[in-house]
C-alpha cells in the first residue's frame, strides 16, 4: 500500500497543505519587511559574515 492510502483515510488533512503554505508565505513577508526595514550598516554587517575570520576577538563586532 501507498503512503498516500494512509493519509486519504484521515479526516481533515487536506488543511495540512493550506496551514504549511500560510506559515510559509507569511515567513516570507516577515523576512522581506524586515530586509527593508533594517539599517544599511546591519546588512552590511551580516552580508560580510562569511567572510570574517574565525579568530576574532569576542566583542569586536560593528554593529
Do not use: C, Q
Not at 483515510?9 to 508565505?25: D, M, Q, R
Amino acid at each position: 500500500m501507498k503512503f498516500t492510502y494512509y493519509l486519504e483515510k484521515i479526516h481533515g488533512v487536506s488543511i495540512y497543505p493550506i496551514i504549511s503554505l500560510a506559515v510559509f508565505v507569511l515567513f516570507f513577508l516577515i523576512v522581506l519587511v524586515w530586509t527593508y526595514k533594517s539599517d544599511s550598516r546591519t546588512i552590511e554587517y551580516i552580508e560580510n559574515l562569511p567572510l570574517e575570520e574565525e579568530d576574532m576577538p569576542v566583542g569586536s563586532e560593528n554593529r
